[in-house]
T-cell receptor, first 111, second 118 residues
Framework: QKEVEQNSGPLSVPEGAIASLNCTYS??????FFWYRQYSGKSPELIMS????GDKEDGRFTAQLNKASQYVSLLIRDSQPSDSATYLC???????????FGTGTQLKVEL | GAVVSQHPSRVICKSGTSVKIECRSL??????MFWYRQFPKQSLMLMAT?????????EQGVEKDKFLINHASLTLSTLTVTSAHPEDSSFYIC??????????????FGPGTRLTVL
C-alpha cells in the first residue's frame, strides 16, 4: 500500500463546476496535510494546509480532513480553466520535517 | 513572502561533468531545505534533507557521494551532481521550511532546475 494515494485522473469538470480531489494516507500518526498545485513543467505551489479534522476554506478552495478515515480532500468551487493542473497531496508524519507526496491528480477544467 | 529561488533554471551538460544548483530563501530564514527530483509524469521524490550547519540526510538509494549537498547558511543550500550521466537528467526542485514554521511544517518550493545530461 502506498503511503499517500491519489487517483491519477484526469478528472474533467466543466467550467464553473465544483472539482473534488481525494487523497488517502496510510500512516495514522500523520499530523499535517497539504495540497500543492503543479502546472506542467513548473514546481509545486502550496494551495492549502490543514491540521485538524473538519473543513478549512480559503477563497474558492476548501480542504477537508477526516483522520479517522485517513482521508483528505480538496474542493475547488467555480472551477476555472486556469485551475487545470496536477494537484499533489502531501502528508507530514510528525516528529520530523519530511513530506510524503502522492502521485497527483490531473485536473482538466473544460470550457 | 516565502519566496525560494533556484539557479540555474535550466542546464545542459556533457556526461562526466559536475553541475551545481543553488537554492536560496529570499525573504525568510530556512533552517531546513529539501532536495527533490521529479522524472516526467512521476511525483516528487525526496532525495535529501539539508539542515544548516550540519550534514545532509539522504534518502535510501540516493548516493551521497554523487549528490553533494551543502547548507552553509540559513538562506542558501547547494546541490552538486558529480560526474553526471544521462540517467541523472531530471527536474530538480528544492524547498525550504521557514525557521519559525508553525505546526503545519509548510514547505515552499523553488522554481526548479531542469538538468539534461548529453
Amino acid at each position: 500500500q502506498k503511503e499517500v494515494e491519489q487517483n491519477s485522473g484526469p478528472l474533467s469538470v466543466p467550467e464553473g463546476a465544483i472539482a473534488s480531489l481525494n487523497c488517502t494516507y496510510s500512516d495514522r500518526g500523520s499530523q499535517s496535510f497539504f495540497w500543492y498545485r503543479q502546472y506542467s513543467g513548473k514546481s509545486p505551489e502550496l494551495i492549502m494546509s490543514i491540521y485538524s479534522n473538519g473543513d478549512k476554506e480559503d477563497g474558492r478552495f476548501t480542504a477537508q480532513l477526516n483522520k479517522a478515515s485517513q482521508y483528505v480532500s480538496l474542493l475547488i468551487r467555480d472551477s476555472q480553466p486556469s485551475d487545470s493542473a496536477t494537484y499533489l497531496c502531501a502528508v507530514n508524519r510528525g516528529g520530523g520535517n519530511k513530506l510524503t507526496f502522492g502521485t497527483g491528480t490531473q485536473l482538466k477544467v473544460e470550457l | 513572502g516565502a519566496v525560494v529561488s533556484q539557479h540555474p533554471s535550466r542546464v545542459i551538460c556533457k556526461s562526466g561533468t559536475s553541475v551545481k544548483i543553488e537554492c536560496r530563501s529570499l525573504d525568510f530564514q530556512a533552517t531546513t531545505m529539501f532536495w527533490y527530483r521529479q522524472f516526467p509524469k512521476q511525483s516528487l521524490m525526496l532525495m535529501a534533507t539539508s539542515n544548516e550547519g550540519s550534514k545532509a540526510t539522504y534518502e535510501q538509494g540516493v548516493e551521497k557521494d554523487k549528490f553533494l549537498i551543502n547548507h552553509a547558511s540559513l538562506t542558501l543550500s547547494t546541490l552538486t551532481v558529480t560526474s553526471a550521466h544521462p540517467e541523472d537528467s531530471s527536474f530538480y526542485i528544492c524547498s525550504a521550511r521557514a525557521r519559525l514554521a508553525g505546526v503545519y511544517n509548510e514547505q515552499f518550493f523553488g522554481p526548479g532546475t531542469r538538468l539534461t545530461v548529453l
